[in-house]
Every structure is written in structure tokens, then in C-alpha cells.
């Protein structure tokens, strides 16, 4: 049974991968057996990575990747299929935060955000699809948030509800190419992200009273869930949202 749970010979291209989740998905992909194309615009972080998913026996590309540029990410998930010789695993997983509340978002914070939360993944998904039909089906996995579920002041929420409405949509349809489609909404995890909130009791304490694990995550958290959410244990898993989240959706 555990052999299900294996990615070896699997070929994935993984979004914001140059650190955090990201980078954590794509080391954990490569302890699973999988060859990782890396996408992200820190060219020297992700050849750390690429070294690390190496080490496990893997192959590992690095993709130089503004994912604000549509045109460059239906480019990324080409050269992640021609270099690797196929596509199995798409994670949109690059991804922004701000802050501002909308009484102090601009126009262009709005576009950043949707652009990048929502626009790239569903652009880099378009081009996937006949990518992965050609190599026998695929798994896409949308890095969500659980402020999809609880929404959040600023634009942020409103992006992660909308990639996962999207995600359960396209499942129903891809599944005709058997594709799955499906979403990570972690919770309160410890990267560079949150690093801000996290150095505030203030802003950190409400969360974690708010966590019935009551404290924040390790991005391996919801490599775990990826690693699984990619593997063949998970076939009946399809266009379903997996919160990582420490209980924090159920319990404010
Ligand atoms: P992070 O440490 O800030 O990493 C963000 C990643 O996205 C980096 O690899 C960054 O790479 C990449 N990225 C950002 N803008 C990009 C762009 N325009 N083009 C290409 N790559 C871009 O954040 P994280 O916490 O790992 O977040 C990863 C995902 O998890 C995001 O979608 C986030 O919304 C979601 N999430 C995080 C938390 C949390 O608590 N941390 C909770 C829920 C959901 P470069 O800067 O090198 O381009």
C-alpha cells in the first residue's frame, strides 16, 4: 500500500518554488522519486533547490519565471514538459499577501494580486492540460489558503476563493483527460511570508488561539499533503480542497 504513495518516474513542474511551501513541495516530490522543474524569478534560490531535489536521484530544471507574464508561464510549462520529457504534476503554488486593508489598496495592489494568486495559475492550468492528456493524465494542485474559506480584509481571500472555484470547476471538466484537479489551503505556516505577523504577538497570539493544534506549521506540513494529493492513494481525490490549516477553518 505504501508504494501508492510513491512519485517515481513522475514529472512535475512546481510554481514559486525558489522557497517556503514551494520549495518544500519540490525537495518532497524528489524524496518521492519525482523530476522537478522549478519556476520562480530568484534564479539562485532555485538552483539551491535544484541541488536538493539532485541529491534525492532526481532531475531538477530551473525555470526563470515572472508568473505576472502569462506568456512566460505557457512557456515555463512547455520547457518543464520538453526537458523533462512529459508532464504528470502542475502546483500553482507562486503566491502574494498584502496586507492593506481595501480602504488602502490601490488599483495596482489589486491587479498584483490577482495576477499572481489567480491569473498565472489559471493560464499555466490552460496550457497544462493538453501537455498532461499527451502523458496520460496529470494531477493539478492549487496552493489555496484557508483564507479562501474565512476571507480576509484585503483582496487576498477573494484570489484564494476564486482558484478554488475554479479548481473544483476544471476538475469536472478535465477529468474527461483524466486530470485531477484539486487544492492545498494550508493555515498559518511558519515562511517568509508571514515572517512580519509572526515576529508580532499581537497579530501571531489571535491565530494561534484560533489553531486547535495551537501553533503555526512547517511548510513539510503541507509538502506531506502535496506529495499525497499527487500520488496514485489519492485517484478517488478530485476537485476536493484538503485544509492544513491546524483546525483553524473549524474553530473561528
Ligand atoms: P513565500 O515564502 O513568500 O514564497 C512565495 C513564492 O512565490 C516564492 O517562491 C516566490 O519566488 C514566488 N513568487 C511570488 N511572486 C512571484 C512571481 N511574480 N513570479 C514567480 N514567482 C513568484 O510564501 P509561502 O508562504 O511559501 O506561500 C506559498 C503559497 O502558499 C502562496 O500561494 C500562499 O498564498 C500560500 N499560503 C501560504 C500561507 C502561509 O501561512 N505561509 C498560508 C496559506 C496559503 P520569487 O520571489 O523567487 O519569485
Request: aromatic content about 4%; some cysteine; proline content about 4%.
Amino acid at each position: 500500500m505504501i508504494d501508492g504513495f510513491r512519485l517515481d518516474g513522475r514529472r512535475a513542474l512546481v510554481t514559486g518554488a525558489s522557497r517556503g511551501i514551494g520549495r518544500s513541495i519540490a525537495e518532497a516530490f524528489a524524496e518521492a522519486g519525482a523530476d522537478v522543474a522549478l519556476a520562480a524569478r530568484t534564479v539562485p534560490d532555485l538552483e539551491m533547490v535544484a541541488e536538493a531535489v539532485e541529491a534525492h536521484g532526481c532531475r531538477a530544471v530551473v525555470l526563470p519565471l515572472d508568473v505576472r507574464d502569462v506568456a512566460s508561464v505557457e512557456k515555463a510549462v512547455a520547457k518543464a514538459t520538453e526537458a523533462l520529457g512529459g508532464l504528470d504534476i502542475l502546483v500553482n503554488n507562486a503566491g502574494v499577501y498584502f496586507h492593506a486593508t481595501v480602504a488602502e489598496l490601490t488599483p495596482e495592489e489589486f491587479q498584483l494580486v490577482i495576477d499572481v494568486n489567480l491569473r498565472a495559475a489559471v493560464f499555466a492550468m490552460q496550457a497544462a492540460r493538453p501537455l498532461m492528456r499527451d502523458s496520460g493524465g496529470g494531477v493539478v494542485i492549487n496552493i489555496s489558503s484557508v483564507a479562501a474559506e474565512k476571507g480576509t480584509p484585503n483582496v487576498y481571500g477573494a484570489s484564494k476563493a476564486a482558484l478554488e472555484s475554479f479548481t473544483r470547476g476544471a476538475d469536472r471538466d478535465w477529468a474527461l483527460d483524466n486530470i485531477r484537479c484539486v487544492a492545498i489551503a494550508p493555515g498559518m505556516i511558519d515562511t517568509d511570508m508571514e515572517a512580519e505577523v509572526m515576529a508580532d504577538p499581537a497579530r501571531i497570539d489571535p491565530v494561534i488561539a484560533s489553531t486547535a493544534r495551537r501553533r503555526v506549521a512547517q511548510p513539510g506540513e503541507v509538502a506531506a499533503a502535496a506529495v499525497y494529493l499527487a500520488s496514485q492513494s489519492a485517484d478517488f481525490v478530485s476537485g476536493a480542497v484538503l485544509n492544513v490549516d491546524g483546525g483553524r477553518s473549524a474553530n473561528y
